[in-house]
């Protein structure tokens, strides 16, 4: 079964510093890949997706990912992070086949200190 | 353009009390898609709407639970004997034309608290 795994609930950074938030799943095959972020109060946005190709994927508010299929991972990464970058991130997984729907990670908390 | 816009916002009702919420898609998306956001879980599937196929009701919890689209576009998630355990985000998405590679744009959500 499709699943995602998002180690780290809370992480914390100051501004200025780089960030790496860690997205696992499990598929059996390369699964579309996505990065959402809720601030609070919002919906969710996406940052950016992978379907295929080259496997760092630019996004939305310099943010940008990295598909490594050996290691089933989608790590998140920002060099610089501002402190409107407060919020909840979210990784997710859809199918190539079968069901349309997406499998989501339960979130990582990031909070940036001043 | 409009988002996707989510009626009411927020919503505390009794337990045993049915409740019905509301989802506008974005204009012109043919797919549209619940989630729940429980506390501390990450976003659970729970219907898919696309077009005037069949919807996608595997990810509903209990029989409780029902959604509609009526025209192709409003939608309407309804809980009917609430419990407890029903108190969540409830987060409705849509998509142009629900392929695969499609971006899902989300709503603000419901949030249902049931005493």
């Known amino acids: 079964a499709q699943s995602v795994t998002q180690p780290d609930i809370h992480i914390t950074v100051s501004e200025g510093a780089s960030l790496e938030l860690r997205c696992n799943y499990s598929y059996g095959a390369t699964p579309y890949l996505f990065w959402y972020v809720q601030s609070p109060g919002q919906g969710l946005q996406l940052l950016l997706k992978y379907f295929s190709g080259d496997t760092l994927v630019q996004g939305i508010k310099g943010f940008e990912a990295e598909f490594k299929r050996s290691q089933s991972s989608f790590n998140l990464r920002k060099p610089s992070v501002h402190w409107s970058d407060a919020a909840e991130y979210f990784c997710?997984?859809?199918?190539?086949?079968?069901?349309?729907?997406?499998?989501f990670g339960t979130g990582t908390r990031l909070k940036v200190l001043a | 353009g409009a988002g996707v816009s989510q009626s009411p916002s927020n919503k505390v009702t009794e337990k045993g009390k049915d409740v019905e919420l509301r989802c506008d898609p974005i204009s012109g998306h043919t797919a549209l898609y619940w989630y729940r956001q429980s506390l501390g879980q990450g976003l659970e599937f729970l219907i898919y709407?696309?077009?005037?196929?069949?919807?996608?009701k595997s990810g509903l919890p209990s029989d409780r639970f029902s959604a509609e689209r009526t025209g192709g576009s409003v939608s309407t998630l309804t809980i009917q004997r609430t419990q407890q355990e029903d108190s969540a985000v409830y987060l409705c998405a849509s998509s142009t034309s629900g392929i695969r590679t499609d971006t899902q744009y989300f709503g603000p959500g419901t949030r249902l608290t049931v005493l």
């Open positions: 997710a997984v859809g199918a190539t086949s079968g069901t349309y729907k997406y499998i």
């Open positions: 709407f696309q077009g005037n196929s069949a919807p996608d």
